[in-house]
């Protein structure tokens, strides 16, 4: 059980709203391949790959808010290599989100 | 018909490839819509978003490519406002992509 | 000389404003500095990072502009391989800013 | 002095490599007017400066990280509102970073 490896509960209050958003997500990457399939114009299809884009962007820094939130404080608050881990870990996460 | 409208052919060749890495893409958004679902690590699901985000970027540098390989250049070579209009256009949505 | 080299006089129109931003971003490299010296708090630093990498981008972007105006519409208005190298170059850019 | 208000310390000791990092970006500011005073070729420029926007954001990636590592938890270990407080803060600069 994940909650037991990671201790985390951090999104669980928030879980029904990033499903919605990952739902609206599937939904713009369905609408993309429509696109294509009909041969829209190139700069519409590009305009639409911006606005899913950001929406990814979005939930990623919900979650990764709510990761520091949670589960680095936690971590923080019992100190230790624990702690160093998870700031470790978040660190590598925020950089590949900053170049991706 | 959107051809007649645009005189946009680009991306037709590659469509079947545009089309499957769509859909991956879209299964990439049911597997974080899982990965909510199952209260999977927030980490790795940021991993996930980080390579969704990657692929979605591909797609549209692609198609950026093409686009101005064929409606861009077949605009130039015919010049005047026409040719001036799709360089705006063109430049409007890199600036969307770099900032989303 | 390069303008013989590469045909490009795209951006003399607006040197002295681009002359112009880059100084205002090295004035920024340098209050960067002096924010580190003085120890200034971290997030504060971050805040200007973040202002000095919009403004680079934002010179990028008209840059690229200007480069497709001028270079791209040219080269396509001859046609041939100069051409096609001179989009696949362009290409390239947009990438390496995208991904940076 | 900024110390006794944020309680940061955390970047002193790389201090003198955060330093040389921001003169080398400064340097490259400096470069950039070079290359637009001699009218260099606009891909080149633009080269430069996705290498130069490279170097900013690995800046402040290690930032942040000594950020998360001293000042978040130290705020963590401690709790109540300025632990919120921090979090909020950084969650912000992240966002900003992400979206620049």
Known sequence: MSE???GHV???AGKDDY??????????AR??????EDEKYCIDI?????????ALQSVA???LDEHL??????AAAIGGPESDHKIKEA??????LVRS
Chains 1, 2, 3, 4 share one sequence.
Do not use: D, F, N
């Open 46 to 54: 590009l305009t639409q790959i911006s606005a899913m884009t950001s």
């Open 4 to 6: 037991s490896e990671h």
């Open 19 to 28: 499903l919605k958003r990952l739902r609206r997500i599937e939904g713009q």
């Open 69 to 74: 939130t949670h589960c680095v404080v936690q």
């Open 91 to 96: 660190s590598s996460a925020i950089a590949r």
């Open 61 to 63: 820094l919900g979650l």
């Open 31 to 36: 609408g993309l391949q429509k696109m294509v």
């Open 10 to 12: 951090g999104y669980i």
